[in-house]
T-cell receptor
Framework: SQQGEEDPQALSIQEGENATMNCSYKTSINNLQWYRQNSGRGLVHLILIRSNEREKHSGRLRVTLDTSKKSSSLLITASRAADTASYFCATTPLGNTGKLIFGQGTTLQVKP | SAVISQKPSRDICQRGTSLTIQCQVDSQVTMMFWYRQQPGQSLTLIATANQGSEATYESGFVIDKFPISRPNLTFSTLTVSNMSPEDSSIYLC???????????????FGPGTRLTVL
């Protein structure tokens, strides 16, 4: 069963603006990963944050993790039209190896 | 990261038939997984493909409907059996990550197989 919830479900912004997506989960985790999916294609791995980390950066991406609130956020700064995609968070439950539980995803539209 | 390919990339099938999807990785990996993504939905894990033994299925998925093979550490197949329109989905394989020969926590996905059942 899906344990993750993401909000907003859909987000529309102008190019150059920042986009923030949130993810919540229900059980203790080993780590949390963010993925991007363009038009129903395969998933592109963006970033992984471990349960003992609070913040991580990769280029224009910033991910935070609050294990006390069981939530994570993905910030995309200075968005581009090419960032238009669906974004999913996925958690690896504590004690499980490899198994991912996905959130419902956020559809981001960046208008040029 | 490993390069993962899937065949076919898409297919349109008739009700009652079966389709076998292949997943090939360019390096040996420990774990391979199969996921389903129904239209407009998120991903759900179908099973873990175990090399040399039966796959481990998640709740709601059974071997008779989704038989899986994993003959070696770089290849796996998923068969969708006796298909119905409800099986129309994207099917994706994923593998655990390797960096410099070391296992890493990241998991990577193939490009997916888009299946339409009429």
């Amino acid at each position: 069963s899906q344990q993750g919830e993401e909000d907003p479900q859909a987000l529309s912004i102008q190019e150059g603006e920042n986009a923030t997506m949130n993810c919540s989960y229900k059980t203790s985790i080993n780590n949390l990963q963010w993925y991007r999916q363009n038009s129903g294609r395969g998933l592109v791995h963006l970033i992984l944050i471990r349960s003992n980390e609070r913040e991580k950066h990769s280029g224009r991406l910033r991910v935070t993790l609050d294990t006390s609130k069981k939530s994570s956020s993905l910030l995309i700064t200075a968005s581009r039209a090419a960032d238009t995609a669906s974004y999913f968070c996925a958690t690896t439950p504590l004690g499980n190896t490899g198994k991912l539980i996905f959130g419902q995803g956020t559809t981001l539209q960046v208008k040029p | 990261s490993a390069v993962i390919s899937q065949k076919p990339s898409r297919d349109i099938c008739q009700r009652g038939t079966s389709l076998t999807i292949q997943c090939q990785v360019d390096s040996q990996v420990t774990m391979m997984f199969w996921y389903r993504q129904q239209p407009g939905q998120s991903l759900t894990l179908i099973a873990t493909a175990n090399q040399g033994s039966e796959a481990t299925y998640e709740s709601g998925f059974v071997i008779d409907k989704f038989p899986i093979s994993r003959p070696n550490l770089t290849f796996s197949t998923l068969t969708v059996s006796n298909m119905s329109p409800e099986d129309s989905s994207i099917y994706l394989c994923s593998v655990d990550g390797l960096a410099g020969g070391e296992l890493i926590d990241e998991q990577f996905f193939g490009p997916g197989t888009r299946l339409t059942v009429l």
